[in-house]
């Protein structure tokens, strides 16, 4: 195989496909979870993530470049690990469709009450078609291209910065009321995707996992700065009883031929979204074709497609899609660390294994 | 038993020695029927191109000797001095000292005769030799301007149709024996000359045996213009927009052979095409490289800027004026609720059909001579202009909105893409009118995603942006000082590493 991600690409890709949705809401999630200077928590978070992706980078260096799929199935029999690849494939599948569904009820709330929901199920399905249709390759070269339209919106901030005081933030740090934990779960959520980059090793060059970190990082001072900027552009309360705090920030933009680019921004938005579903989609794909080499891909496509589709028909309101949102997260955050911590270990027993035999 | 076997075995050898000799028999009969057939004569010649109002047969030496040729297709000067007055004087026996060695050549098969008198040769019959004499000459149009492709400054010669003249236009400004040839030809019937050229060293190869064999593998009768012939070997068929670059300016031309280019020319047709071309080649116009550098930069990024509002403003109008309100601020808002008052239709039928008369403006434009055209150009300007608002069939807006994004797509220095930019963008409004800003932004989304998957020779359409190629934007994206932008060798010292340019 000649085509090998680049580094660059990799860390657009990385960065792209973190689920970004969570952004808008995730002022009030600090706030609600974490109190007063609650945006701080995000840098703890990170440094989470961080040993998440430390373990994948291990990984790739102990198993001298071979797939995961290689590494568990030189122990393990494939049909033991049916069911769990199945559980992931459910999983990945079904969060991928719920944050499209999330997406779309958003927009619905916010700007287009009278829009079919199919129809933009129907365009989202599209593009990830599109996307899918071409391999990672193909992703991760219009990612690139969909990036820079998504981080121009960055620039909007400046607007911002008039009405930004430091007198808005406490002395005091995390007081009122807390649960780190669950607060914790829906800072990471933000975070994920990332560990999709596990099916990653057949396809990258040597050195890619720096842009693991790089693009984790990006991600991190993007979510920072909108954070830091948030609390000290509305008061602490302003942040709790607000359900979007990040749309209403870019409600206040105003430029002489237009105004309110909240809604551009959210479309814009659109192209994060896609990359974190086909992201998923595309780790369903590449674990499906592992469960059954002889199959065609583009069955698999269709059949996930086709999963997806019909899973993000399935919920009526916001509520009910923030909830399932929610589970899937926590189980998304439980494969993210529990498949690496298991690829871990069958690494460590095959050298322990393969020190013995030498000894022998 | 065992004498039974014996015998059986001799008779099958027998049989099989047999069917040798009659084989060896066979194909010395067949070879020489093949032979006589595929000889050349002067009644066979005449035979084959019989009924051509241009076929001239005349004879010399008392019926000894006969030259055949096609009037339409040779310089009669060549022929009256090399050919005509020569014959007059010779006898039979020295017809090969009568002509100048470098002009004629012995051929006896009758194809390759046939064929020689389609390309401008006079064939001449002397007993049992057939000679072919090059007196080729026909009519071609001068060298002038082009007319598609103008600049301010630099070289105005453009290509014509002639091959021998482009090839020459291409080899004055390479004087080196690195330009390599490669001659092929297309069409079963029309046997349409097609010429690959690049430069040694720079080019590379598996670029150009690529192109190679597809233009080998292209089966058809006829090939009427280069731009037919790279349709048929593009690597996405289906696709709106052109992948081969095609340029009729042999200034052009150069640059992309020293830039490591393939060339492509095709007999009969003014225009080249080069391979691999990107996206941003379309955006290129060699007036950006005869002005100071901060001038070409800006002008370019001009162009960036006028293929956004080609393909964005009127959808965007549309969006804003059906859904969005919100996003007019309220000092705008007056202005165009006030010209919008007067109009009964919604703004996608309004910009649907303003957009419909501009084109049909450009495609009678186009094609009518220039005093009708300037005609075309006032009735479109008053009625389109003064009328359809007057009459409160489009709002006074909306026309400032189309004016801008036509003239904006005018500004793409290639025609080829600028009418493919031009056919996408109702794309972008019909959506604008039925989803809103997401609608635009799902479109472009697709167009992003097909752009960046396109290929031109299995290299990647969208080349320094995605993958992305740092130090080539300095002659892409932007023009850059002469200092910064690589000269002449095509891909190496970058960022990533050779190898990796060949990703898709």
């Known amino acids: 195989m000649k085509e090998r991600l680049h580094p660059f690409q990799l860390s657009i890709l990385i960065m792209m496909m973190q689920n970004g949705l969570v952004l808008y809401s995730l002022p009030r999630l600090t706030a609600e979870y974490f109190g007063k200077n609650g945006w701080l928590s995000i840098i703890f978070i990170f440094v989470l993530v961080n040993i998440n992706i430390m373990m994948i980078a291990i990984i790739y260096k102990l198993g001298k470049g071979r797939s995961i799929f290689e590494i568990i199935e030189a122990s393990i029999p494939k049909w033991v690990m049916v069911p769990i690849y199945l559980f992931i494939i459910g999983i990945w599948i079904g969060i991928a469709s719920m944050i499209t569904s999330e997406y779309i009820f958003i927009y619905k709330l916010m700007f287009f009450p009278a829009l079919p929901y199919i129809l933009f199920i129907i365009l989202f399905t599209l593009a990830s078609f599109q996307l899918l249709r071409g391999g990672i390759y193909q992703f991760a070269k219009a990612s690139v291209v969909l990036f820079f339209f998504v981080e121009l919106m960055i620039f909007l901030v400046f607007y911002l910065f008039p009405e930004f005081e430091f007198s808005r933030f406490t002395t005091f740090f995390f007081k009122g009321e807390t649960d780190y934990f669950k607060g914790a779960l829906h800072v990471y959520s933000a975070f994920l995707g990332i560990e999709v980059s596990i099916l990653f090793f057949p396809m990258v060059e040597k050195k890619w996992t720096k842009a693991l970190f790089i693009g984790n990082f990006i991600s991190m001072i993007i979510y920072l700065s909108i954070l830091f900027l948030s609390f000290g552009f509305f008061s602490f309360d302003q942040i709790l009883h607000d359900k979007y705090p990040v749309m209403t920030l870019f409600e206040y933009t105003e430029v002489s031929f237009l105004t309110r680019a909240e809604n551009l921004c959210f479309s814009v938005f659109a192209f994060k979204v896609l990359s974190t579903i086909v992201i998923y989609y595309w780790g369903a794909q590449q674990i499906l074709g592992n469960i059954n080499k002889s199959i065609k891909p583009n069955f698999w496509i269709f059949l996930i497609l086709g999963c997806g589709c019909i899973l993000a028909l399935l919920p009526d309101s916001i509520v009910d899609v923030e909830k399932w949102v929610e589970r899937l997260s926590t189980c998304a955050i439980g494969i993210a660390w529990a498949l690496p911590i298991f690829v871990l270990c069958i690494l460590f027993i095959q050298s322990f294994k393969r020190e013995i035999d030498h000894a022998k | ?504």
């Open chain 2, 1 to 504: 038993m065992g004498r039974f076997q014996t015998i059986v075995k001799e008779m099958i050898i027998k049989k099989e020695a047999d069917s040798v000799i009659q084989d060896t028999h066979h194909s010395n009969i067949k070879d020489a029927s093949e032979k006589q057939l595929s000889e050349a004569s002067f009644e066979k010649t005449l035979t084959e191109l019989g009924n051509s109002f241009d076929l001239v047969h005349r004879s010399f030496n008392q019926d000894e000797i006969h030259i055949i040729y096609l009037d339409s297709l040779v310089d009669s000067k060549i022929l009256e001095w090399e050919i005509l007055s020569p014959l007059r004087e010779i006898s039979f026996h020295n017809v090969e000292e009568a002509f100048q060695q470098s002009l004629f050549k012995r051929e006896n098969n009758q194809e390759k005769v046939i064929s020689g008198i389609l390309d401008g040769n006079v064939s001449m019959f002397a007993g049992e030799h057939t000679y072919l004499i090059n007196a080729a000459g026909f009519e071609k149009r001068s060298i002038s301007h082009s007319e598609t492709e103008t600049v301010i400054n630099g070289p105005h010669d453009s290509f014509n149709e002639t091959l021998k003249t482009n090839v020459s236009l291409i080899r004055r400004r390479v004087r080196s024996p690195r330009l390599k040839m490669i001659k092929l030809s297309v069409g079963e019937i029309s046997k349409t000359k097609v010429l690959l050229i690049y430069i040694e060293g720079i080019a590379k190869m598996d670029i150009v045996n690529q192109l190679k064999e597809r233009i080998q593998s292209v089966k058809v009768d006829s090939l009427s213009d280069s731009n037919v012939l790279i349709q048929m070997i593009d690597d996405h068929q289906h696709s709106p927009f052109p992948q081969f670059y095609t340029t009729e300016r042999p200034d052009i031309a150069v640059a992309k052979l020293y830039s490591g280019k393939v060339i492509g020319l095709v007999d009969e047709s003014p225009n080249i095409f080069c391979t691999p071309s990107t996206f941003f080649d379309f955006f290129e116009s060699s007036d950006d490289y005869n002005q100071r550098w901060i001038i070409g930069t800006g002008i370019r990024i001009l162009r960036y800027m006028a293929l956004f509002i080609t393909l964005i403003l009127t959808a965007f109008y549309v969006s804003i004026c059906t859904y969005h309100f919100e996003m007019i601020p309220q000092s705008l808002l007056q202005s165009i609720m006030q010209s919008r008052s007067r109009v009964p239709f919604p703004p996608i039928v309004e910009a649907i059909f303003l957009e419909i008369v501009i084109e049909l403006l450009r495609e009678a434009g186009a094609r009518l001579p220039t005093k009708i055209g300037q005609t075309i150009g006032i009735v479109g300007g008053i009625v389109i202009g003064q009328a359809a608002v007057e009459a409160g069939i489009t709002s006074n807006i909306l026309i400032i909105v189309v004016a801008v994004s036509a003239i904006a797509s005018f500004i793409v220095p290639s025609y080829i893409m600028c009418a493919s930019i031009r056919i996408v963008r109702f794309l972008f409004i019909l959506v604008a009118g039925f989803l809103g800003n997401i609608g635009i932004f799902f479109v472009f989304g697709m167009l992003i995603i097909h752009l960046t998957g396109l290929t031109n020779l299995s290299s990647p359409y969208f080349m320094p942006i995605s993958p992305t190629f740092f130090k080539d934007w300095m002659d892409s994206i932007v023009r850059g000082p002469f200092s910064k932008i690589k000269n002449g060798q095509p891909v190496h010292s970058l960022m990533q590493t050779d190898g990796e340019k060949e990703r898709n």
